[in-house]
């Protein structure tokens, strides 16, 4: 085997597998947009203006609390429109626990 018939090789495994992970990454964010219009469909307007703050500065969140809601949604968990007050505290549960600092002073 020639070092041209190598290069080729070792190319179109390079291609292949570049686009096996673009077809995953496609499959992935279609199952995004699907999980983020349920999610949008049980938000109240206010809900869906905060939604979509959060993720354009927190996409990870927002895919988060998209996915909160939509298994809900599924459980039967909710039932009709979320308001913005109940948006916020959804957003309240999906922040890690802060741990106390205390300070003692000895003398």
Known sequence: MSIEEIKKRKLQELQDKISAQAEDQQQLQQ?????????????????????????AAHPEKAIQIAALIAQGVNTGQIHGKITDAQF?????RLQP???????SIRR
């Open 88 to 92: 916020k505290e959804l957003l309240l």
């Open 31 to 55: 199952q995004i947009e699907i999980v983020e219009n349920v999610a949008r469909q049980h938000l109240d307007a206010q809900a869906i203006s905060r939604y979509g703050n959060i993720k």
């Open 97 to 103: 626990k802060k741990q106390e600092t205390k300070i």
